[in-house]
Nanobody, 127 residues
Framework: EVQLVESGGGLVQPGGSLRLSCAAS????????MAWARQGPGKGLEWVSG????????RDSESVGGRFTISRDSARNMLFLYMNILKPEDPNLYHC????????????????????WGQGTQGTVAS
């Protein structure tokens, strides 16, 4: 069974940092482009960051403006998101997913091209 389980969320002050993790099971994550997306209350999924199969290409949305860094550990079948300079307006529920197409290195910013979204981990930015 394919599963993606996110962790690492928490409460942080404005300007602070969080490190999110995503543990993949039931498939070899290194065969897929992987991505993070986020969601605010009552809002749809917003694609945030993606990474190629080998980890040599990453792509971020303009909304995170270089504040976030995505990485992966193929040996552990895991994905990470380092979030810096967090703002109160940053949407707070973060999900990871794999791209529907495997053996491709196109890092698409379209959430509809990803599947098996995890339940998410919540990161709240407040004073």
């Amino acid at each position: 069974e394919v599963q993606l389980v996110e962790s690492g969320g928490g409460l942080v002050q404005p300007g602070g940092s969080l490190r999110l993790s995503c543990a993949a099971s039931g498939f070899l994550a290194s065969n897929y482009v992987m991505a993070w997306a986020r969601q605010g209350p009552g809002k749809g999924l917003e694609w945030v960051s993606g990474i190629s199969r080998g980890g040599d290409e990453t792509r971020d949305s303009e909304s995170v403006g270089g504040r976030f860094t995505i990485s992966r550990d193929s040996a552990r079948n895991m994905l990470f998101l380092y979030m810096n300079i967090l703002k109160p307006e940053d949407p707070n529920l973060y999900h990871c997913a794999r791209r529907k197409v495997h053996y491709s290195d196109q890092v698409s910013p379209d959430v509809s091209e990803y599947e098996y979204w995890g339940q998410g981990t919540q990161g709240t930015v407040a004073s």
